[in-house]
Structure formats: structure tokens, C-alpha cells
């Protein structure tokens, strides 16, 4: 059994069954991805779009994509045609570019919130007044091929775990809001993706539905040949 079906399986010991793995395999070589896939995981998540493009015809069809780091706009165009999900989505403006890229090809994408929790200023996010304020825009309403599935959120980088463990709380709260005022009637708006390799216990206790972890499954980054 190598490092990365051994990492696997004690992470799937530790996460309950309906907590979702995405490994996160953001300049990870291939070969890791093609041997976590044969291990089982069939979801991973990348931050940069050139990235995923350059691997994503060198792997089965059926691996799930997660965009999970900033999205430019101009570059929505080149993943809506087989992303599964965009757990990014930090702006009115991004999320009208998908319903408007995603419209030309008549698909439906996934989408996540991605809302400002950290301590943080450099990291994306709505805050809720935002959030709010594109929810209730009349067009909001029209948008047809965006499927808004849940939110996202970024803990700070700390070693203070009170603190990450208020920030998931909170992400927790605004979850509980927007499916209590505006997604009540939809059963797809499910989803709370929270925590990474070094606070994913502290976000499942907190209700993450989604972990995004990327050293613990494939080992120190810093070791690593990109795409080989």
C-alpha cells in the first residue's frame, strides 16, 4: 500500500460517510492524482483553472472537478463545460458570468457562496450584506444555469482553535440563514464546505459537509514534481 491509499483511508476513518473528500491536488503531479483515483477518490479540487485544464484530459472522465480557488471571470468560459462544481463563487459579478457562459452550452453548473470568515483581509469572500444584496437582485431570480448548492469558507491561518472554531460557527450561522430565508424550498441547497488538512475535525464538529484536504492525502507539497 503506498503513502497516498494509506493517507486515504485513515482521513475516511476520521470523516464521517456523508461528509464529502475533496482531495485538494493543487501542483500535484498526475501519477498522485491517477493513484489516489485507483484508490477510490474520485473528487478533486484545484485553485488555478490553467492547472486543471492542463490535467484534466490526462485522467479518467469520470473524475469530479472542484474549482476551489479564485475565479476570474474571463476565464469561466473555459471550465462551464465540465466543472461539477465552483466552490468559489465570491461576487455577484463572477456568478452572473457562469449563468452567462453556462447558458451558451444549455448546462447547469454547481455552485458554492464562498463567504468572508477569516481574520484575514487578503482572502475572497461575500460578507452577508453583500450576499444578501445579490440574492435579493431581481436577476438573481433569472439566473436558470447556476444551481447554488451551499457556501464556502476559508478559516484563518492560525493555531488558535477557538478562533477557527467561532469562524466555522459562523459559517454554520449563514448557512442556517440563507436556507431558512431564501432556499427553504430547495433540497440542493445542502452543502457547507469547511475545513482543510489542519482543521478538519474542528469543521465537522461545527457541520462541514465538504473538507477540502490536499498534505494529508498526497504528503508535503514542497517534495513534489508538477504533472509528472
Known sequence: MTDIVANISVIREHIPPVVK???VSKARPVRDILEAYLAGQKCFGENRVQELLTKKDLVPWDVEWHLIGHLQSNKVKNIVPFISMIQSVDSYKLLSEINSEASKINRIVNCL?????AAEETKYGFTMDE???????????????VRVCGVMGMATFTTDTLQV???????????NMLKNKYFSAGAQFREISMGMS??????????STMVRI???????????KLYN
Not at 472554531?165 to 448557512?175: I, Q, R, T
Not at 489542519?198 to 457541520?207: M, N, T, V, W
Open 21 to 23: 473528500l475533496v482531495a
Open 113 to 117: 457562496f464562498q463567504i468572508h470568515i
Open 131 to 145: 450576499l444578501t444584496d445579490a440574492i435579493e437582485n431581481r436577476e438573481f431570480a433569472k439566473m436558470n444555469y
Open 165 to 175: 472554531k467561532n469562524e466555522f460557527s459562523y459559517l454554520k450561522e449563514c448557512f
Open 198 to 207: 489542519g482543521d478538519y475535525q474542528i469543521a465537522i464538529e461545527a457541520g
Open 214 to 224: 490536499g498534505s494529508l492525502v498526497f504528503g508535503d507539497r514542497s517534495k513534489q
